[in-house]
């Protein structure tokens, strides 16, 4: 007998389960960007907004959802029991999770949405502004010296010593259940821009850029869209190249650690090691690595804003700078790349200190 009350839903599923918790997580715009697609020299830039998203990032889609998920099964009962004051069990284990700010307060909202504890690590690059967001959600913080890879060592490691249950983004273990709740939280983009293209007509995108950390967001779009994507359906994943450890593992058929500080503008990206169930997907489907330099995000976080897409951070805007830079080193032939391409981007995050202006 199963002792998980909480099957896998669809992506419907998921959206309907995280729709109880906010109307805010009601689908993100889909926005068609045609002063930006000019600027690249394609035909088509279509832009998802999940700055507009719960919480301000997609984030909120995967740790949140696998955070109830996963207190769901440990309690025995359905997230929409854990959920109702009057129904859920008194007494829960903690979230526990590394974070580079964003995954650790989907993971905190998780766990006030549930009423119980959680308790982030944060390495030392974490600003405070994110900081407090997840203070603000009731979870205690845990700072790590060094990289965001020893805040997810410092993590399992508290997890495996029985101080709560482990939501965590990245694993070595394939078949993971947590991480793989998380890709399927992510999904739920996927199922929207499927939807939102064919509503308005447009044809559907040959390229997607989509930035990577762990990989987990790339492979989940790689999931949801390369067989339904036109032509030549190209994934590719863009990173900074001072931490791109998803080219690595791709070129390396494995995960391997990135070496360095792991020091980039793109901070939401600020990872040394793919998530292997990442990586076996992205691998699945063919994807392929991109790795831009530093101005390459700025660039594309300015121009973003200047032809009519969100304000955002270069964690944000990675996908875009994969599109400039292949653009200005003309070498997006090799890609499929040129004039009658249909560009899909990703805009991952709102920009925190644009908000509180």
């Known amino acids: 007998m199963s002792n998980d009350p909480v099957p896998a839903p669809g992506a419907d599923g998921i959206a309907a389960e995280l729709l109880r918790l906010s109307p805010s997580y009601a689908p993100t715009p889909l926005l068609d960007l045609p002063r930006l697609a000019q600027r690249c020299g394609v035909a088509q830039v279509l832009a998802k907004d999940e700055g507009r998203r719960m919480l301000g990032s997609f984030k909120s889609l995967g740790g949140t959802y696998a955070g109830l998920h996963a207190l769901a099964r ?17 007494k829960l284990p903690a979230l526990v999770c590394a974070s580079d700010g964003n995954h650790g307060l989907a993971v905190a909202a998780a766990a006030r949405a549930a009423g119980a504890p959680a308790r982030i690590y944060l390495h030392a690059r974490v600003p405070a502004a994110r900081a407090d967001r997840i203070v603000a959600q009731g979870a205690e913080i845990v700072r790590v010296d060094g990289t965001y890879d020893d805040a997810v060592a410092a993590a399992a490691g508290a997890a495996r010593a029985g101080s709560g249950i482990l939501v965590a983004d990245t694993t070595d ?5 947590v991480v793989q709740d998380v890709m399927a939280g992510y999904g739920v983009m996927a199922h929207e821009i499927r939807r939102q293209v064919e509503v308005a007509g447009h044809p559907r995108p040959t390229h997607l850029f989509v930035q990577a950390g762990v990989g987990g967001l790339a492979a989940a779009m790689a999931d949801g869209l390369a067989a339904w994507m036109a032509p030549p359906a190209a994934v590719i994943v863009v990173e900074p190249a001072s931490v791109a450890c998803v080219a690595a ?16 503008a793109a901070e939401m990206l600020s990872c040394g090691e ?69 560009v899909l981007i990703l805009v991952t995050e709102a920009d925190l200190e644009e908000d509180a202006a």
């Open 74 to 90: 440990a309690a025995g009962t359905t997230i929409a029991g854990l959920i109702d004051p009057a129904r859920r069990p008194a």
């Open 173 to 177: 273990d394939p078949g993971d259940p």
């Open 274 to 342: 793919a998530s292997a169930p990442a990586l076996a997907v992205l691998r699945r489907h063919g994807a392929r690595g991109l790795t831009v330099p530093e101005a390459a995000l700025g660039e594309a976080t300015r121009l973003l804003r200047e032809l009519g897409g969100p304000a955002t951070t270069p964690s944000g805007a990675a996908g875009l700078a994969g599109l400039l830079a292949l653009q200005a080193q003309a070498a997006g032939a090799g890609f499929g790349l040129d004039a009658a391409s249909r």
């Open 249 to 264: 593992a791709l070129a390396a058929d494995r995960p391997v650690r990135v070496p360095g500080e792991l020091e980039t």
